[in-house]
C-alpha cells in the first residue's frame, strides 16, 4: 500500500494527473479496489499535486493543448495506430527481455558497467536524442517541430525531405528501448515510463506523417493528436495499463476531446500486445520466478504461501537394500503412517515410495522376510515435488493432476518430506483469510 501510495503520488506531482495516478497504481500494482485502498491513495494523489502546484504553479512536462477536433472518419487511422502501438509494445518487451539476459550473463558488475557504458556512449554520439528523458522531444513534436529533435544528425541529411524525416524518426524509436535496456543492465538507474511516452509519441508522429504523406487520402490526419494518442497506445502495451494510459493523456491535455480515440488505440494496443506478452515490461521478472501478485485472487494467495511450512518430515524412510522383515520391524510397526519414502542409503537421494497396500497382501508371510528387498516391492511417486524449482501454483497443480494425497519433496534429488493436500489446503484456507481481511 505504501508503494502504491508513493507511486501515485510521483505520478500525480510530475504529470499533474492525479486521476491516472490512481488508476496506475490499481492497474500495474495489482491492488485492489476497496475503500481501504482507495483513500490512502486518494490522500496521496491530492497532496502530491497540491504540493507541486504550490511550489512549481502550472508549469507540466508536456504543456499541451488540444487544436485539431476529433473526427469519425479518422477511427480506422486511429485503429491502424492501435495495431502499430502494439507491434512496438511487443518489440519493446522482446528486446527489453533479451538485453537482460546478456547481461545476467555478466557476473561481474564492473564488465557489466563497461559493455553498458560503451554500448550507450555509443548509441548517444551518433544519436544524440536518445540522451535524458526526451520531453523536449516530445514537446517539439506535438508543436509540429520535428527537426529540432533531428537537427543533430550525425549524416547530416537534409530535413526538408519529408520521408527522411520519418525514417529518422522511426530510427530514434528503434534505438530508444536499446539504450534503455542497456542502461538497466549496466547497473544505471533507467524508467520505463519516460522511454514509453518517447517511443510512443515519436510512432503516433511517424504513422501520421505516413498517413499524410502517402498520397492514398484525401484527408490529412492530425499530427499533433496522433503524437499523443500514440503515447497512450504503447503505454497501454508494455505497460499492460490501458485505463492508465487514456487518463493520463485526457488529464495531460486538460480535457476529453481525444477521449474516443484514445480507448480506440490504448484498447487494440492492449489487447493484441497481451496475446503475445503475457505480462508487462515492469512484471516479466517476477512471473518468470512465480513471484507475481495478481488481482487473481487464488494466484495471489498460493504465491504468498511458504511451501517450508506445509513440509511435514514425520515419515520414516526405509532404504532400498531393506528386506521385507527390516520393513515391517523398523518402519510399519513404528509408523502411524501408510506411505514409506525409499531412499538410497549412500547420497539420500528419493528412489521411490513403499505404500502399506503394496505390502499387504506379503506383510504376514514370514517366508518372504528374508526373500523380498524395498527395491522389488517400491513404486514411482504420482509426481515429485522440486523445492528450488516448484512454487506453490505448480504445487497445486501437481495434486490436482495426479489426485494423490501425498507427494514426496526433494532438494537436489535429496528427500526431504511429504506434503500432504490436507495440510496445504487447510494453509491455504488461512492464507486467504488473512489476504481477505
Not at 490526419?221 to 496522433?226: H, K
Not at 537421494?349 to 528387498?373: A, C, E, S
Request: aromatic share 10%.
Amino acid at each position: 500500500m505504501l508503494i502504491c501510495c508513493a507511486a501515485a503520488g510521483a505520478l500525480s506531482s510530475i504529470f499533474k494527473a492525479p486521476i491516472a495516478a490512481i488508476i496506475f497504481a490499481i492497474e500495474v500494482f495489482s491492488l485492489d479496489l476497496t475503500i481501504a485502498s482507495m483513500l490512502p491513495l486518494l490522500l496521496a494523489s491530492l497532496s502530491a499535486i497540491i504540493t507541486s502546484y504550490f511550489f512549481s504553479g502550472n508549469d507540466v512536462l508536456l504543456p499541451f493543448r488540444i487544436e485539431d477536433n476529433f473526427r469519425i472518419s479518422d477511427v480506422p487511422f486511429y485503429a491502424f495506430l492501435g495495431v502499430c502501438a502494439a507491434f512496438t509494445s511487443i518489440y519493446f518487451a522482446e528486446v527489453y527481455e533479451r538485453i537482460q539476459k546478456l547481461f545476467d550473463k555478466l557476473n561481474s558488475p564492473i564488465k557489466k558497467l563497461l559493455v553498458g557504458g560503451i554500448a550507450i556512449g555509443i548509441l548517444i554520439y551518433f544519436i544524440p536524442p536518445l540522451y535524458g528523458e526526451g520531453f523536449d522531444v516530445i514537446n517539439n513534436l506535438i508543436v509540429g517541430n520535428p527537426e529540432k529533435a533531428l537537427v543533430n544528425n550525425f549524416l547530416n541529411l537534409d530535413l526538408t525531405n519529408i520521408w527522411i524525416v520519418i525514417a529518422l524518426l522511426a530510427g530514434l524509436v528503434f534505438f530508444k528501448i536499446i539504450a534503455s535496456a542497456l542502461t538497466f543492465g549496466a547497473g544505471g538507474v533507467g524508467g520505463i515510463f519516460g522511454p514509453t511516452l518517447f517511443m510512443g509519441s515519436i510512432m503516433g508522429n511517424c504513422v501520421a506523417k505516413v498517413i499524410n504523406n502517402c498520397g492514398l487520402f484525401n484527408t490529412p490526419v492530425s499530427e499533433s493528436n496522433f503524437t499523443l494518442v500514440g503515447m497512450a497506445g504503447l503505454l497501454a502495451g508494455v505497460l499492460h495499463a490501458p485505463l492508465t494510459a487514456i487518463f493520463l493523456i485526457a488529464e495531460l491535455t486538460g480535457g476529453y476531446d481525444l477521449f474516443i480515440p484514445l480507448m480506440i488505440t490504448a484498447a487494440i494496443s492492449f489487447g493484441i500486445t497481451k496475446y503475445f506478452v503475457s505480462y508487462s515490461v515492469y512484471t516479466m521478472e517476477l512471473a518468470r520466478k512465480g513471484e507475481l501478485i495478481t488481482h487473481n485472487k487464488d494466484h495471489a494467495v498460493l504465491t504468498l504461501m511458504d511451501i517450508n511450512k506445509v513440509i511435514e518430515t514425520n515419515f520414516i524412510h526405509v532404504t532400498t537394500n531393506m528386506t521385507l522383515g527390516d520393513i515391517i520391524k523398523e518402519a510399519v510397526i513404528k509408523s502411524n503412517r501408510n506411505i514409506f519414502p525409499v531412499i538410497d542409503e549412500e547420497d539420500n537421494t528419493l528412489k521411490g515410495i513403499i505404500l502399506l497396500d503394496d505390502i499387504r497382501p506379503i506383510m504376514f508371510d514370514q517366508t518372504l522376510y528374508d526373500n523380498v528387498f524395498a527395491i522389488e516391492v517400491m513404486q514411482k511417486p504420482p509426481e515429485i515435488i522440486d523445492i528450488e524449482k516448484d512454487k506453490m501454483t505448480v504445487i497445486m497443480k501437481k495434486f490436482q493432476d495426479s489426485n494423490a494425497w501425498n507427494l514426496p519433496v526433494v532438494k537436489n534429488g535429496t528427500y526431504i518430506g511429504f506434503i500432504s493436500k490436507s495440510k496445504l489446503l487447510t494453509a491455504y484456507r488461512r492464507e486467504l483469510i488473512n489476504f481477505t481481511s
